[in-house]
């Protein structure tokens, strides 16, 4: 590719946004909270300076936030040196026409085990605290909010609006639902 058509890729969206008819962050919002709500498996995506690593892992959706139980591994040297993360959140069986997904952009934090926080967690996901006490390494969590997620949906063009839709944690005046 030459430098140009790089430059070409990189603007598609840009471009087609300029024209799109934008939803109200409100609206947008309800509908990522529905579809984070119903789906359970993202792919986390991390890196530090010369690390990426992407990992599927099981989440549940609430409090405005992914909360993540894992047991460890190489997404934890990505999160030592850089805790801005991305993920994506899709439909398995999208038909052309038919996508449905979301890219999400945030921080995660690591929530200190048995805190209120990770054993209010451990009940909404039903995992009895005293499993994880007795597991022979830590059960680690990760809690992601949000700043941006970019929403694909082509159900939306049905509505009148863009297919792409962003919706920015700054922007938004949404209260957080789950």
Same mark, same amino acid.
């Given at each position: 590719?030459?430098?140009?058509?790089?430059?070409? +890729?990189?603007? %598609?969206? $840009?471009?087609?946004?300029?024209?799109?008819? &934008?939803?109200? !962050?409100?609206?947008?919002?309800?509908? =990522?909270?529905?579809?984070?709500?119903?789906?359970?498996?993202?792919?986390?995506?991390?890196?530090?300076?010369?690390?990426?690593?992407?990992?599927?892992?099981?989440?549940?959706?609430?409090?405005?936030?992914?909360?993540?139980?894992?047991?460890?591994?190489?997404?934890?040297?990505?999160?030592?040196?850089?805790?801005?993360?991305? +993920?994506?959140? %899709?439909? $398995?069986?999208?038909?052309?026409?038919?996508? &449905?997904?979301? !890219?999400?952009?945030?921080?995660?934090? =690591?929530?200190?085990?048995?805190?209120?926080?990770?054993?209010?967690?451990?009940?909404?996901?039903?995992?009895?605290?005293?499993?994880?006490?007795?597991?022979?390494?830590?059960?680690?969590?990760?809690?992601?909010?949000?700043?941006?997620?970019?929403?694909?949906?082509?159900?939306?063009?049905?509505?009148?609006?863009?297919?792409?839709?962003?919706?920015?944690?700054?922007?938004?005046?949404?209260?957080?639902?789950?």
């Amino acid at each position: 590719m030459t430098d140009e058509q790089y430059a070409q +890729a990189v603007s %598609f969206w $840009t471009r087609k946004d300029a024209a799109a008819k &934008k939803m109200d !962050q409100r609206t947008l919002y309800d509908w =990522i909270d529905t579809f984070l709500a119903a789906h359970k498996v993202l792919a986390l995506a991390v890196g530090g300076s010369d690390f990426i690593r992407c990992t599927p892992l099981e989440y549940t959706w609430h409090e405005g936030a992914l909360w993540i139980f894992t047991e460890g591994g190489l997404k934890f040297k990505g999160l030592r040196e850089n805790h801005h993360v991305a +993920a994506a959140v %899709f439909e $398995t069986s999208a038909s052309f026409g038919g996508l &449905k997904s979301m !890219q999400i952009e945030g921080d995660a934090a =690591i929530v200190e085990p048995f805190t209120d926080a990770y054993n209010a967690a451990a009940a909404f996901r039903k995992i009895p605290l005293e499993a994880l006490k007795k597991l022979p390494e830590p059960m680690w969590l990760l809690k992601i909010v949000p700043t941006e997620i970019t929403c694909l949906n082509s159900d939306f063009k049905k509505e009148g609006f863009g297919s792409r839709q962003i919706w920015r944690a700054e922007a938004a005046d949404t209260p957080q639902k789950n």
